[in-house]
């Protein structure tokens, strides 16, 4: 255990985690030269499309120093803030962290959050400048700067360039020096967290354990102590994103794969304690919270047929993504799907692409909604992650919506431009200061319901994309808020409603109603297009009706021969109109997301 040390890396989007980390692999020999490849440890086609990480990926690493083998259990984690899930828990499976932050940008507010997850777990962090070989890198002014925002000594910061290799020797030097040994009983019972899970197609449902306690055995039965069935360990393996090497036991303070063979996914559930199933630990592991979602949206095969192939696809996913919850719901315009719940709007795409990119799915989404909490006349309160669950009006004391304590750091020239944005997101200034003379902290509470949309990517518009953006729930508060419906011929689409503030309810119905003329196909009848509160008309548009031209076989003669058809003709489009149905395409749902 002495010569185990198991560290994250942690940093905002686009610091160079991935980067950094392949430069560690290389260093200590683990993949060979002619397999090794740009990030590595992103192994979703879609992460390197994106340049993200949204996996939290581990490897085991070889490092000699001074005749001594030291084994490196390194975690890569994201760094946006839709998946700081995936930071928590391998940050509860760590000892140590590198704290990453790039020598031109400096700290930035996923920075901030992060810290204080690793500070919660009380590890040990080792600030880290990297991308010092960029002409505009400034490693002091960082160094200065994390001093000032974090309060961390930046005295030992390392500089690195990930991209050269420069300083990646003394970066081990550190981690073995720095970071403290795994702490642990070897000879007490059994205590694995579990704290990753995916699905394999051939050796089933596999769980990725942090050993705290004791030793897992290959043949020997474990209990999983939050669902109480035992299973025989049918292998081990330490993680490696390209051939994980099989090993016969994992000892305490170590990180491996637990293959139990499990065809049945529930049975396999992360913060789940992993104990021998003869001498039972008597107490789980504790302090394992669950992803809270903030965000809900509904997701509907566009093949109706296609209902369970989905349950079956989400089950899988909701194994190698914890953070999401599901449940099913019907839609009169979309039939049978699911209301899932997400920790953002970037989270929700990714889910989507992953479902329809991995399972063959083709789904449509509805405009994302956050949690209200309704209290009735009769004094109870209820949670609505859907508008079409609201109660009638009549039966409405209340609504609270969340707020988010979100923090902003941006360069001062652009102060004027996030202020005015926030503002007109119903924004509350609680802090602001400035970290050094050309860039300010701004802390607000915000309405939730307010950024889900698009306010990360309107706050990148405004500050040509040098603001950076994190927040964390801070509570629930009354607001004047009403259901918008929009009605296509006379009929409400279920799928389009939205909950939106009072003030803003016009503007918003009027903009949809006018984004849904542009959308919904011209049919041979004419569809109007309203938006309503209740039953109260408040935008209106009109589709005109497509027109067969019914006189093109008149060559002139008597003009009444003309109006004869002219008049059937508008008979047949009014009896179309009582029994016509309209076809709307996806692009009218994905609509209610961009409009502002």
Not at 248 to 265: A, H, R
Request: proline share 5%; net charge negative.
């Amino acid at each position: 255990m002495e010569n185990i040390r198991n560290f994250s890396i942690i940093a905002h989007i686009d610091h160079g985690k991935s980067t950094l980390a392949d430069r560690l692999i290389q260093e200590c020999g683990a993949i060979d030269e002619r397999k090794m490849s740009d990030q590595v440890m992103d192994t979703m086609e879609i992460e390197r499309e994106r340049g993200i990480t949204i996996k939290a990926q581990s490897v085991r690493l070889t490092y000699k120093r001074d005749g001594k083998e030291y084994i490196l259990n390194l975690i890569d984690t994201p760094g946006h803030v839709d998946f700081s899930y995936e930071v928590s828990r391998s940050l509860a499976s760590s000892e140590g962290a590198l704290l990453v932050v790039d020598a031109s940008q400096g700290v930035e507010a996923q920075t901030i959050a992060n810290v204080y997850i690793a500070l919660e777990n009380d590890l040990e962090l080792i600030p880290v400048i990297n991308k010092i070989d960029l002409p505009a890198a400034d490693p002091d002014r960082v160094k200065e700067d994390i001093e000032n925002t974090i309060g961390l000594d930046c005295t030992d910061a390392l500089e690195v360039s990930a991209k050269t290799g420069q300083g990646i020797r003394e970066l081990l030097d550190a981690i073995v020096d720095r970071i403290p040994p795994p702490k642990g009983d070897p000879a007490a019972p059994t205590k694995a967290l579990i704290y990753d899970s995916w699905f394999d197609n051939y050796l089933g449902a596999l769980a990725l354990v942090r050993v705290f306690d004791g030793t897992i055995r290959k043949g020997e039965k474990v209990l999983i102590m939050g669902t109480g069935k035992s299973h025989e360990v049918l292998d081990l393996m330490y993680p490696h994103p390209i051939n994980p090497q099989e090993t016969e036991e994992l000892k305490t303070g170590e990180i491996g794969i637990v293959v139990l063979g499990l065809k049945n996914i529930k049975d396999v559930q992360v913060g789940d304690t992993i104990t021998d199933a003869n001498n039972p630990t008597s107490e789980p592991i504790a302090g394992f919270e669950e992803a809270k979602p903030f965000v809900f949206a509904g997701l509907y095969p566009i093949d109706t047929d296609r209902f369970e192939e989905l349950r079956e696809a989400l089950d899988k996913l909701k194994l190698n993504d914890a953070a999401i919850s599901y449940e099913p719901e019907t839609s009169t315009a979309l039939g049978f799907g699911f209301r899932v719940g997400f920790l953002g709007l970037l989270h929700m795409e990714v889910v989507k692409e992953r479902l329809e990119r991995e399972f063959g799915l083709e789904l449509i989404a509805t405009a994302p909604t956050v949690t209200y909490r309704v209290q009735k006349r009769d004094g109870s309160i209820v949670e609505i992650q859907n508008p079409s669950q609201l109660p009638p009006p009549q039966e409405i004391e209340a609504i609270y919506e969340p707020y988010v304590r979100a923090t902003i750091i941006v360069p001062s020239q652009f102060l004027g431009n996030v202020i005015q944005l926030v503002n007109e997101r119903r924004g509350v200034q609680q802090k602001m200061e400035y970290i050094t003379e050309d860039r300010v902290l701004l802390e607000y509470e915000i309405p939730m319901n307010e950024i889900v949309m698009d306010f990360y990517d309107k706050l990148k518009t405004v500050t040509k994309g040098y603001a950076s953006f994190d927040y964390e729930l801070s509570g629930y508060r009354e607001g004047d808020l009403v259901k918008l419906d929009i009605r296509v011929a006379g009929e409400v689409v279920d799928a389009l409603s939205v909950i939106v503030p009072r003030e803003k309810a016009q503007a918003k119905g009027r903009d949809l109603v006018k984004k849904m003329k542009e959308l919904v196909p011209r049919q041979l009848f004419e569809v109007a297009i309203q938006a309503s509160i209740g039953n109260k008309i408040i935008a209106r548009e009109t589709v005109s009706a497509l027109r067969k031209n019914v006189t093109a076989k008149c060559y002139g003669g008597d003009i009444t021969r003309k109006r004869k058809l002219l008049e059937r003709q508008k008979e047949g489009k009014k009896r179309m109109k009582s029994i016509g149905k309209v076809q709307l395409p996806q692009e009218a749902f994905l609509s209610v997301l961009k409009i502002d």
